[in-house]
T-cell receptor
């Protein structure tokens, strides 16, 4: 069974731009969660989607948004990028939301 | 609010030595507990999990963890460390009904040859 895939693996953007990250979950998984990982803040939960609905949300500003499609693939969008948004963005998929399997991440650098 | 504490930021052990990584959580009821490992530049790999039942759980790569309700702890152990175990280890808690992971700050393990 293929694992969680994330595209692209690396991104370089400049301040003020927007970015869209993509996550394809394990086949059959309906839950997709997104996390931001930085050296200073560690792993922080962004949001979780289940069957195309946002089920949980972390404490991030509205510039961070996401969506999930009917095939369970998910996208995360960050608008008006700031230097502090530079991070590894991890996606995790799960059957129901409890046991999560992580993708390799997208490394976003904001210049 | 729920929280997870991993008191050791860095741990160095010699290859072949035993290992214990500490994890304490703050939550009123019994949460779901996980240990993940992350190699540099990679995502997280699930080592083991505790939902209920036997408090000693076995995971992959020879790891085990013990849930101690009285101490609110879920420490990770391995009897003999291999050089390939060098990585960062994260303890995580999920409170029932939320599916929202709360991660500890991680423990970076260095293994000396």
């Amino acid at each position: 069974k293929a694992g969680v895939t994330q595209t692209p693996r690396y991104l370089i953007k400049t301040r003020g731009q927007q970015v869209t990250l993509s996550c394809s979950p394990i086949s059959g998984h309906r839950s997709v969660s997104w996390y931001q990982q930085t050296p200073g803040q560690g792993l922080q939960f962004l949001f979780e989607y289940f069957s195309e609905t946002q089920r949980n949300k972390g404490n991030f500003p509205g510039r961070f948004s996401g969506r999930q499609f009917s095939n369970s693939r998910s996208e995360m969008n960050v608008s008006t990028l700031e230097l502090g948004d530079s991070a590894l963005y991890l996606c995790a998929s799960s059957l129901e939301g409890l046991e999560q399997f992580f993708g390799p991440g997208t490394r976003l650098t904001v210049l | 609010a729920q929280s997870v504490t991993q008191p050791d930021i860095h741990i160095t052990v010699s290859e072949g030595a035993s290992l214990e990584l500490r994890c304490n959580y703050s939550y009123g009821a019994t949460p779901y507990l996980f240990w993940y490992v992350q190699s540099p530049g990679q995502g997280l790999q699930l080592l083991l999990k505790y939902f209920s039942g036997d408090t000693l759980v076995q995971g992959i790569k020879g790891f085990e963890a013990e849930f101690k309700r009285s101490q609110s702890s879920f420490n990770l152990r391995k009897p003999s460390v291999h050089w390939s175990d060098a990585a960062e280890y994260f303890c995580a808690v999920v409170t029932s009904g939320t599916y929202k992971y709360i991660f500890g700050t991680g423990t970076r393990l260095k293994v000396l040859a």
